[in-house]
């Protein structure tokens, strides 16, 4: 089955950190560069880091750098996403997604609160 399965969200309080993981299967992962997106709830999907096939580069949106780190293990044909300070403002449903395949996964919800 080709498909993406996201895991780690959960609720965590301000200030927190959280790290969400990403495993591939179905398809030739070590080839893909791989992104998350979230969506706020009543907002649009809009993408927070990217990261290329190998890592050698990676991408953040302005209001998560230097708090979120993305990574990757090929071996393991998981992506990471390390989230630190957590705001509130980052509460969403976040999502993996193959660039250039086309594939999204099912999303974990990401509550930020006290």
């Known amino acids: 089955q080709v498909q993406l399965v996201e895991s780690g969200g959960g609720l965590v309080q301000p200030g927190g950190s959280l790290r969400l993981s990403c495993t591939a299967s179905g398809f030739t992962f070590s080839t893909k560069t791989m992104s998350w997106y979230r969506q706020p709830p009543g907002k649009g999907r809009g993408m927070v880091a990217l990261?290329?096939?190998?890592?050698?580069?990676?991408n953040y949106a302005d209001s998560v750098k230097g708090r979120f780190t993305i990574s990757r293990d090929n071996a393991k044909n998981t992506v990471y996403l390390q989230m630190n300070s957590l705001k509130p403002e980052d509460t969403a449903t976040y999502y993996c997604?193959?660039?250039?395949?086309?594939?999204w996964g099912q999303g974990t919800q990401v509550t930020v609160s006290s």
């Open positions: 990261i290329t096939s190998t890592g050698a580069t990676t």
């Open positions: 997604y193959a660039v250039g395949f086309h594939l």
